[in-house]
């Protein structure tokens, strides 16, 4: 019964933090209302006793697996050296840097537990990178980077986290095996995901063929899949965070291989943005939560650290904004050579910016990634001891995230002040290209229809209602045809014509509720209408809002 209340009080919670962020004069990002509302419940005598590994299992799969879903696959992959140089480069750079500066800093942390803080420091959060970036638009290439780094670079800051722990553990430590071994790690759980996801394709696509589709089902399957590919690759010990994510994207494809019914995905859709929005606001009210019971300790921390409280404090500040120099000098540095290799066989390329460098470094926002990890830390060493310094680690790595949060939440408007961000829009003539192709299909299968024997009340209805859909679909080709009217021209009539079937839509609903409250017409009637209306209605939304 105690955890049925704390589920449903968090919900609540999240609720709340999200009509606060909306009515509150000062607007801040959701996530700092959520860390807020947590920490007054902590203070209000309501406790979670947090259990990391079951933490990692309920909420990090689903979100890692919608956010690989949901990325722009094309500007993934067409970023995939930026992407990987900030998933692998900027991790391990932020490891051996960040290691060896936390060592300095408190030398009351052993080396090799100063490592592991700095590894689990290193991933970014997409969560949490989403959050701070809604209200402080940034340019959409510089978006899908970051969001790619932040669904990538998990596994190899849990890699190396995994292998600090076990230095810190047994005093051993060898380079070439964990080089091995992250190899094996991010390969298997690749190739976890993409197995997962194929397979439960393949075999949902052979039992939908044979009984039809029911939407609940199939929604039912998607939410089921990254446990899936966690658990799968968690069995042969390889990365589930990265199969999950990889899973993720593997869902796009696997989907043109047999595309579900339209009503499918749009309770889809519904769904998977209830389970985001409840998970990412979860999260962070529980990280809120935790908070007080840190701060009750700073006393005892401070004094593990070997430093007064607001020396503690201070170095906190340090690292955050260490880790920020060191993604501010990765990338510079990263940039730099880049421009030097293209001018070496002759290309022009100009160096971005220094205003888009420090966006870049200051959207490296942490989050749920580093709180579950640090909490994994052990407790007993293998002799018996206490493990060394991990309040103070964790107190640390909590203290990060709430900074970078709040950095981040006040940083970004100012320096994105005045960076130029284009809307992105589909290409024009793609977009007229798909437009003549699928009308042109239409309108093929609709003659052939046309022409299908039958008697012949049933063939001329056919004819009338064939004639019809034609004009529609003819019209549209218009539109789409290439050789025509010039893309914007186009665009703009197709938007002028969707905007008055918005408003005929919207009258058409008020005269059904009118009829209803008249007692006009029945429920089922009523019902059946205005689902009708809400489905065109939503597909045209959908489209206005793309």
């Known amino acids: 019964m105690h955890t049925v209340v704390v589920v449903l009080i968090f919900m609540l919670a999240v609720i709340v933090s999200s009509f606060l962020a909306r009515l509150a004069p000062v607007k801040l990002p959701l996530p700092i209302w959520q860390i807020a509302i947590g920490a007054g419940l902590s203070w209000a005598g309501f406790t979670v006793e947090l259990q990391p590994e079951l933490f990692f299992l309920l909420f990090i799969p689903p979100l890692l697996f919608l956010d690989g879903w ?173 199969a999950a994510a990889v899973a993720g994207i593997a869902m796009h494809y696997n989907e043109l291989a047999g595309l579900p019914m339209a009503a499918t995905r749009m309770q889809r859709t519904a769904v998977w943005d209830m389970v985001q929005s409840a998970l990412n606001g979860a999260i962070f ?33 340090v690292i955050t904004l260490g880790l920020g120099v060191l993604r501010f000098a990765w990338v510079w540095v990263s940039l730099r050579l880049t421009v030097f290799r293209a001018k070496l066989v002759g290309r022009k390329l100009d160096m971005p910016s220094n205003r888009l460098i420090v966006l870049t470094a200051t959207a490296g926002v942490r989050g749920a990634i580093t709180l579950a990890g640090i909490l994994t830390l052990p407790v007993i060493m293998p002799e018996g001891g206490p493990f060394p310094a991990r309040d103070v680690v964790i107190f640390l790595a909590m203290g990060v995230i709430l900074f970078s949060l709040c950095i981040a939440s006040i940083a970004l408007p100012i320096v994105a002040r005045g960076v130029h961000v284009d809307i992105p829009h589909s290409d024009g003539n793609q977009e007229l290209v798909a437009r003549a192709a699928t009308a042109q299909a239409a309108i093929r299968r609709l003659e052939e229809l046309k022409v299908a024997p039958g008697n012949e009340v049933e063939v001329q209805r056919r004819a009338e209602a064939t004639e019809h859909l034609l004009d529609v679909y003819r019209r549209r080709l218009q539109y789409g045809d290439p050789t025509g009217e010039d893309a914007t021209s186009v665009r703009r009539m197709v938007e002028v014509e969707r905007q008055l079937r918005l408003e005929a839509i919207r009258a058409s609903r008020e005269e059904l509720y009118r009829l209803r409250r008249g007692g006009s017409i029945n429920d089922e009637t009523h019902n059946a209408l205005l689902r009708e209306l809400d489905l065109t209605e939503a597909s045209l939304q959908e489209r206005l809002l793309a």
């Open 70 to 242: 949901r990325i722009p696959k094309g500007a993934l992959f067409g970023n995939w050296k930026p992407v990987l140089m900030l998933a692998i480069g900027l991790v391990v750079f932020t490891v051996a840097g960040m290691g060896y500066f936390i060592y300095w800093l408190i030398p009351a942390v052993p080396l090799a537990v100063a490592f592991a803080l700095a590894a689990i420091l290193s991933p970014t959060d997409p969560v949490a990178v989403s959050a701070v970036t809604a209200s402080s638009p940034l340019p959409p290439r510089l978006m899908h980077i970051l969001e790619g780094e932040s669904l990538l670079n998990d596994a190899t800051g849990l890699v190396c986290f995994t292998f600090a722990v076990g230095a810190a553990t047994t005093g051993v430590f060898s380079l070439q095996e964990a080089s091995l071994s992250f190899l094996v790690v991010a390969g298997g759980g690749v190739l976890a995901g993409v197995a997962v996801t194929w397979a439960i394709g393949v075999f949902n696509r052979t039992l939908v063929r044979r009984t039809g589709e029911d939407a609940a089902t199939q929604i039912l399957i998607t939410l089921l899949i990254p446990f899936a590919a966690y658990l799968v690759a968690e069995h042969f010990h390889v990365s589930g965070i990265l």
């Open 285 to 317: 009210v529980l990280l809120g939560e935790q908070l007080p019971g840190i701060l009750r300790q700073m006393d005892d921390v401070a004094a593990q650290a070997h430093l007064n409280v607001w020396e503690l404090i201070g170095v906190l500040l």
